[in-house]
């Protein structure tokens, strides 16, 4: 016992004095340092690293810049809401800050992916960064991948269904004509080869044995002796033979976190531990275990480590991937239009039955942002963006009335009070009138000016043009 004592007390004597050796070397080293440096900030992905690029360029001060980057942050706040799959074409202008937003669902067991095709003059960088919802707020994004800019293509699966978003933004002076893709598919193979969506006869959640348990899979109907092949690349994590389940096979996906199970089988093709890879033979169809009574099927599900069996419908149902091509004019992209004179809906999205967001005034003018399938989504002058039918817009360049000024008239940047102004045009001058928004119309004097001024009274849909209001 004093051996035991005399041990502890020579071994606490040794760990006091190392422990005042290190705060002593730790002093010194402080010592030697004349001051204190934080690390450098280092970008973790392409769209910060351009900003950071500019900064320590001396440029990101500069109104390009700031333009450029307060319209990668806005997007967000305006995405397009749009369902897979989904086409759109749009040009960017290089003199311009561009950037977009695309906003949509993906199910737990689907892939969603995002190309883009890019038709410019010149090499363009082009950033694609996925963001998803936080939270119950569907305004708060945080991102979870990006793109390599010089790819063009991004991919996701997630664990969870979330709403998702991408935003897409080349590089400053950069621009060209940009067809976007966004297409779904399900993340995994179909288990029975040559087997489809429609051959699943029992689903998951159906009662069994008199409603005591629910069915924690899908049942895939084939002939005896189907093979029946990996979804995935995965690993054979066990191979036996039970009352219940008859012949089965376990894979473990790793890359996904899950496991598959596959039951009822006649023949099992494999051993535990091997690889198999995504359509490898891994067995055949059967009604071995519970299920000798039934006509021949296999028993599929998806096992998460923690959390039980998932519904395996979403990782295998068959998705239309082939978006509605674009038919729509693609030579007025970017180009100012106005609304004809009749009813013009406003609608969400390229559907003709889809939400109606407003009823465009005639004569009201909208600039052509994008096309997609035989519609165009277009930017109102408050802001508001929609889909329109082509035959509801006509071109900007012709005046619907010429008339003389009878008082001088402020042209201003934009429909609205407190805009700044551009000039003013004294009495007898004439103005072309190229179209109309609330109590503001666009003009275009004779020296080639186009801008707003105010009119004296808002004009009827379909009726006379009224004269300009007094700009003293």
Wanted: charged fraction near 25%; hydrophobic fraction near 40%; proline fraction near 6%.
């Amino acid at each position: 016992m004093e051996s035991d004592q005399l041990m502890n007390t020579r071994n606490t004597r040794l760990l006091a004095r190392l422990m005042i050796l290190f705060l002593l070397a730790a002093f010194l080293f402080q010592a030697c340092k004349q001051e204190s440096v934080p690390e450098p900030y280092r970008p973790t992905y392409a769209h910060a690293n351009y900003i950071h690029s500019l900064e320590q360029a001396g440029l990101a001060e500069s109104a390009l810049a700031l333009d450029w980057i307060q319209a990668s942050r806005e997007c967000l706040n305006h995405p397009v809401a749009v369902t897979t799959p989904f086409e759109e074409t749009f040009y960017v202008d290089p003199a311009g800050a561009f950037a977009v937003v695309y906003r949509f669902e993906i199910k737990r067991g689907q892939r969603t992916e995002i190309e883009i095709d890019l038709e410019s003059p010149n090499p363009v960088r082009v950033f694609m960064d996925l963001f998803r919802t936080e939270g119950d707020s569907s305004q708060y994004w945080v991102k979870v991948a990006s793109a390599n800019e010089s790819e063009h293509r991004l991919e996701v699966e997630p664990r969870v269904t979330f709403e998702y978003a991408v935003r897409i933004q080349p590089e400053l002076l950069r621009g060209g004509r940009f067809t976007v893709t966004i297409r779904t598919v399900p993340s995994l193979g179909f288990p029975v080869q040559g087997g489809r969506f429609r051959d699943i006869g029992s689903w998951f959640g159906d009662p069994r044995d008199g409603g005591r348990r629910e069915h924690h899979g899908v049942d895939i109907f084939a002939r005896r002796h189907t093979p029946v092949v990996a979804p995935s690349d995965a690993e054979v994590s066990r191979v036996r033979e039970g009352a219940v389940g008859g012949r089965t096979v376990w894979l473990r996906d790793e890359e996904r976190g899950f496991s598959m199970y596959f039951a009822h089988l006649q023949e099992q093709k494999v051993r535990a531990r091997d690889r198999v890879k995504r359509g490898q033979v891994i067995g055949t169809v059967g009604n071995t275990g519970n299920a000798r009574t039934t006509p021949p099927h296999l028993h599929f599900a998806i096992y998460y480590r923690g959390s039980g069996a998932v519904d395996p419908v979403d990782f295998l149902r068959e998705t239309d991937d082939a978006p509605m091509a674009v038919t729509a004019d693609l030579q007025i992209l970017g180009q100012w239009v106005r609304a004809r004179d009749g009813r013009t809906s406003l609608r969400s999205s390229t559907a003709a039955r889809s939400e109606r967001l407003s009823e465009v005034e005639p004569y009201t003018p909208m600039k052509v942002l994008a096309a997609a399938a035989d519609r165009y989504r277009v930017l109102l002058p408050d802001g508001q963006t929609g889909y329109i039918a082509p035959d509801r817009i006509e071109p900007l360049g012709e005046s619907l009335q010429t008339q003389a000024v009878a008082r001088t008239l402020s042209i201003t940047e934009s429909p609205k009070m407190g805009s700044v102004e551009m000039e003013r045009i004294l009495p007898g001058k004439m103005i072309n009138i190229l179209a109309y928004f609330h109590d503001y119309w666009l003009v275009r004097t004779d020296e080639g000016l186009t801008g707003w001024a105010a009119a004296s009274s808002p004009a009827p849909p379909g009726g006379r043009l009224p004269d300009l209001g007094d700009q003293d």
